[in-house]
Nanobody
Framework: QVHLVESGGGLVQAGGSLRLSCAASERAITNYGMGWFRQAPGKERESVAAISFNARDTYYPNSVKGRFTISRDNAKNTVYLQMNSLKLEDTAVYYC??????????????????WGQGTQVTVSS
């Protein structure tokens, strides 16, 4: 498994931006698809972005498309989530995840096997 630690969460006003980071350790993420998920109180954990192991493919649900951007720096063993034009409904705990298998483009929750502890993002009006 990959040990993942998220950072960069916080309180931001609606319309603002945040950049989340996910640092991996114990194993290089070079060959792993990576993803970002979020979970709001009382709701299921949902995907907000995914990137293939070679960064050639990305995925975003309609709810964040055009506002969120996932990227990766394999040299730093880190994945990022740039969040712009934040809305109240973006408030949630954000989790970074690594795919179960190498060489894949994972999107669905059950395709990921390693998870970070999460970082809180709160968008205020």
């Amino acid at each position: 498994q990959v040990h993942l630690v998220e950072s960069g969460g916080g309180l931001v006003q609606a319309g603002g931006s945040l950049r989340l980071s996910c640092a991996a350790s114990e194993r290089a993420i070079t060959n792993y698809g990576m993803g970002w998920f979020r979970q709001a109180p009382g709701k299921e954990r949902e995907s907000v972005a995914a990137i293939s192991f070679n960064a050639r493919d990305t995925y975003y649900p309609n709810s964040v498309k055009g506002r969120f951007t996932i990227s990766r720096d394999n040299a730093k063993n880190t994945v990022y989530l740039q969040m712009n034009s934040l809305k109240l409904e973006d408030t949630a705990v954000y989790y970074c995840a690594a795919a179960k298998h190498t060489g894949t483009f994972a999107i669905m929750r059950d395709e990921f096997g390693s998870w970070g502890q999460g970082t809180q993002v709160t968008v205020s009006s």
